[in-house]
Nanobody
Framework: QMHLVESGGGLVQPGGSLKLSCVAS????????IAWFRQAPGREREGVSC????????YYADSVKGRFAISRDNVKNTVYLQMNSLKPEDTAVYYC??????????????WGQGTQVTVSS
């Protein structure tokens, strides 16, 4: 069974940076597409970024485009989300999940436990 663990969240001032990691174990097939989601209090969960199983295709929500960068290292079974120029509205719990389709963040399957990102002065 797949097991995903996020890390790297924390408290950062506006304009700062964080790098999140998602370590996957229990692969039973070729590496899955991996997406980052986030959910803030009172808001719906939204897809933030996604990377294809090979790493050849990446996707970003308009709200983070140009500020966030997703990457993966399949040898380490790890997906990263580099977050720069952070804004208070980026505050949320960030989750990684396997998805069958990056387009539309379709059919999430396995989820991590989440890591809190707080952007505040």
């Amino acid at each position: 069974q797949m097991h995903l663990v996020e890390s790297g969240g924390g408290l950062v001032q506006p304009g700062g940076s964080l790098k999140l990691s998602c370590v996957a174990s229990g692969w039973t097939k070729d590496p899955y597409n991996i997406a980052w989601f986030r959910q803030a209090p009172g808001r719906e969960r939204e897809g933030v970024s996604c990377i294809s199983n090979s790493g050849g295709s990446t996707y970003y929500a308009d709200s983070v485009k140009g500020r966030f960068a997703i990457s993966r290292d399949n040898v380490k079974n790890t997906v990263y989300l580099q977050m720069n120029s952070l804004k208070p509205e980026d505050t949320a719990v960030y989750y990684c999940a396997t998805v069958w389709f990056c387009s539309g963040y379709r059919d999430p399957d396995y989820w991590g436990q989440g890591t809190q990102v707080t952007v505040s002065s």
